[in-house]
């Protein structure tokens, strides 16, 4: 499966964004889907991922509450939609396919996309 996350951008912090992952394939509906971020100078780090059918949702501490993972399966598409941006919300967002399950360590993933920068200005 092929990823393309879009959607990212300059906002202000307290501002929102909705990121988009659009996936190729015939076969986006089996898998869980995850985004991650890296931030300038430090490791990627999970954000939040869902399963396949989206009946479940996990997310990590620092945007639990703010950020919001969701799918439509009939178009192929995953989102994060961020609210209440703060300025360590800044990094590279990536999204990222599972054909075996939801998790949040990236070595689960086999399919990355290229990420899409998303900078909040304090």
């Known amino acids: 499966v092929q990823l393309q996350a879009s959607g990212g951008g300059l906002v202000q912090a307290g501002g929102s964004l909705r990121l988009s992952c659009a996936a190729s394939g015939r076969t986006f509906a089996t898998y869980a889907m995850g985004w991650f971020r890296q931030a300038p100078g430090k490791e990627r780090e999970f954000v939040a991922t869902?399963?396949?059918?989206?009946?479940?949702?996990y997310y990590a501490d620092s945007v639990k509450g703010r950020f919001t993972i969701s799918r439509d399966n009939a178009k192929n598409t995953v989102y994060l939609q961020m609210n209440s941006l703060k300025a360590e919300d800044t990094a590279v967002y990536y999204c990222?396919?599972?054909?075996?399950?939801?998790?949040?360590?990236?070595?689960?993933?086999?399919?990355w996309g290229q990420g899409t920068l998303v900078t909040v200005s304090s």
């Open positions: 869902i399963t396949w059918y989206g009946g479940s949702t």
């Open positions: 990222a396919a599972s054909g075996t399950t939801w998790s949040r360590y990236s070595d689960e993933y086999a399919y």
